[in-house]
């Protein structure tokens, strides 16, 4: 098993333009997530889905939207880039949320600077 | 963040015992992660404690007091390899997680 994939692992966006983070997982996990890790900072939930069509927003949903149109697959969206977008991206799964499944299994990231 | 103190970096040297401290809001509270996160790298999952008491995993133990809102992470026979930042997490609902503690590992 791959785990948790993302691509890409690097980007450098100028302001105002747009990209779709990717990531998928091939262990049939049910819950998907994205976070951002600024320097110094823990890592804030952007937005999650509970499963394939249904999303729901997080702590800093502003300024990105997601879709999740299959088990596997979760990707970031970022509209009209901004410096305060600059981060490293997260995306993480994990089977279920009760007691003993809700280990959540992270990505390797994608670094993200917006000049 | 959201109200989750741990300190930010701690020194030890190679064999030593090393306890990372965290505290966090109680109310809503449903179980604590720890997981690790060496430089540059995603984080991985170290240990969960949903009832009091000690959880040991090899050289790392977790500890968790619901009522007094505590735990801790403890690395015991420290190695070169356990430099990392550990990230305290309480699951509050969805997962919330510190900003980290440096552990610097010296020879």
């Known amino acids: 098993n791959a785990g948790v994939t993302q691509t890409p692992k690097f980007r450098i966006l100028k302001i105002g333009q747009s990209m779709t983070l990717q990531c998928a997982q091939d262990m049939n996990h049910n819950y998907m997530y994205w976070y951002r890790q600024d320097p110094g900072m823990g890592l804030k939930l952007i937005y999650y889905s509970v499963g394939a069509g249904i999303t729901d927003k997080g702590e800093v949903p502003n300024g990105y939207n997601v879709s999740r149109s299959t088990t596997e697959d979760f990707p970031l969206r970022l509209e009209l880039a901004a410096p305060s977008q600059t981060s490293v991206y997260f995306c993480a799964s994990s089977r279920d949320t009760g007691v003993g499944t809700d280990t959540q299994y992270f990505g390797p990231g994608t670094r993200l600077t917006v000049l | 963040g959201q109200n989750i103190d741990q300190p930010t970096e701690m020194t030890a040297t190679e064999g030593a015992i090393v306890q990372i401290n965290c505290t966090y809001q109680?109310?809503?509270?449903?179980?604590l992660f720890w997981y690790q996160q060496h430089a540059g790298e995603a984080p991985t999952f170290l240990s969960y404690n949903v009832l009091d008491g000690l959880e040991e995993k090899g050289r790392f133990s977790s500890f968790l007091s619901r009522s007094k809102g505590y735990s801790y992470l403890l690395l015991k026979e420290l190695q070169m390899k356990d430099s990392a930042s550990y990230l305290c997490a309480p699951r509050r609902g969805k997962l919330q997680f510190g900003a980290g503690t440096q552990v610097v590992v010296t020879p």
């Open positions: 109680t109310s809503g509270f449903n179980g």
